[in-house]
């Protein structure tokens, strides 16, 4: 069957910097495939290239066969990639409900009026943050603008769901929700990339993962096993401060 998503010797330099090294990886229908790996190792550049906010250097990236790579981004998000980023990115002047409606209107199956507000209730049931779709968005605890902006990107219904770290700053309590969350999109059925460094998530959710260091990916496999690799291992622990110092 054709992975949904491939990255055939996917490359971006930076000036003489190799940020991402001749990257090959697929994602099936309905799998969520953990990209990890140390600080500075290339998986939200690689990100950046799928999603089409940055150009690869080379290489070929294609969504069901057709080649996406060199397309604008928003052309690439109208064909079915849709991501959250790092630091959250909202309409603050706006409500919850607005938008999230921005993700139905110009997302991978364009809504308008009441259908895309439909869309965007539902959308903001499947978060838990339907009670607050009239609340201005600049009213919400943390974790709430990450609903939001989950809620967005799925208001466009896409066809790969690329996540930069959307764990990332929760308190435990919160971190149990957002893996519950992360937890509900993968029994749907939906096609995730998940670039996160909470490993116990990376654990409970992902079925393979790909390893990136320096750029290139150095494992691919299982998610137990990739994680007992003595190599991802050592690619980890050789960024880390050194427990004795
Ligand atoms: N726009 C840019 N211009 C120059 N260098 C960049 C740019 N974006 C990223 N880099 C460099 O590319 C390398 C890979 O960065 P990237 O952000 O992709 O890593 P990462 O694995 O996502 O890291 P983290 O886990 O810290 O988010 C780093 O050395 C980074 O400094």
């Given at each position: ?35 990890i790996g140390p ?170 993962c790909?390893v990136m260091s320096s750029?290139s990916k150095i494992a691919e496999g299982?998610?137990?096993e990739v994680l007992n690799d003595p190599g991802v291992i050592e690619a980890y622990l050789g ?7």
């Amino acid at each position: 069957m054709t992975p949904v998503l491939s990255l055939r010797g996917a490359t971006k330099r930076f000036g003489g910097l190799v940020a991402v090294n001749e990257l090959d990886f697929d994602v099936a229908e309905h799998e969520v495939l953990g990209l990890i790996g140390p600080n500075g190792s290339g998986k939200s550049t690689t990100l950046n290239l799928i999603s089409g906010a940055l150009p690869p250097t080379a290489g070929t990236i294609s969504l069901r066969g057709s080649v996406i790579s060199g397309l604008p981004a928003q052309d690439i998000a109208r064909r079915g990639v849709a991501r959250t980023f790092q630091l959250v990115r909202l309409l603050p002047s706006m409500t919850v409900l607005e938008n999230v409606m921005a993700g139905a209107v110009f997302g991978h199956r364009r809504r308008w009026g009441h259908d895309a507000e439909a869309q965007a209730m539902r959308v903001l049931d499947l978060v838990g943050l339907s009670r607050r779709a009239q609340a201005p968005v600049g009213s919400l605890t943390y974790i709430d603008t990450k609903r939001v902006e989950l809620a967005r990107t799925l208001a466009g219904e896409p066809k790969v769901l690329l996540l930069d770290e959307w764990l990332a700053g929760l308190n435990p309590t919160e971190l149990e929700e957002g893996i519950a969350l992360i937890r509900r999109l993968r029994d749907e059925g939906r096609t995730i990339i998940l670039v996160e460094h909470v490993m116990d998530a990376i654990r409970s959710l992902c079925d393979r993962c790909v390893v990136m260091s320096s750029g290139s990916k150095i494992a691919e496999g299982e998610t137990e096993e990739v994680l007992n690799d003595p190599g991802v291992i050592e690619a980890y622990l050789g960024v880390e401060e050194p427990a004795h110092a």
